[in-house]
Nanobody, 116 residues
Framework: QVQLIESGGGLVHAGGSLRLSCAAS????????MGWFRRAPGKERELVAF????????YYSDSAKGRFTISRDNAKNTVYLQMNSLKPEDTAVYYC?????????WGQGTQVTVSS
């Protein structure tokens, strides 16, 4: 059974930081490329970043480049997204999933709200 549990969201001022965490079930996580996606109000869900199983390969969307860092702890079946210099346009619900093509199943996500 796929389990994806996101946490760490919140309300921050522009320029602030947040660290998101995603705990994934073993079958989902093991040997998988894991990614973070987000859905902003009125927009389609988009891929923000992904990381290979070894951590050697990462990808960032243009909006995330230079501000966000994805990492993972395979021993804990957890993937992280460190978000710095947050902007109001980063406001969205953030989800983790395998990447770049996600499962149809999604977790609850974690809300990130950035005030100006």
């Amino acid at each position: 059974q796929v389990q994806l549990i996101e946490s760490g969201g919140g309300l921050v001022h522009a320029g602030g930081s947040l660290r998101l965490s995603c705990a994934a079930s073993g079958r989902t996580f093991t040997k998988s490329v894991m990614g973070w996606f987000r859905r902003a109000p009125g927009k389609e869900r988009e891929l923000v970043a992904f990381i290979s199983w070894s951590g050697d390969t990462t990808y960032y969307s243009d909006s995330a480049k230079g501000r966000f860092t994805i990492s993972r702890d395979n021993a804990k079946n957890t993937v992280y997204l460190q978000m710095n210099s947050l902007k109001p346009e980063d406001t969205a619900v953030y989800y983790c999933n395998i990447a770049p093509v996600p499962y149809e199943f999604w977790g609850q996500g974690t809300q990130v709200t950035v005030s100006s």
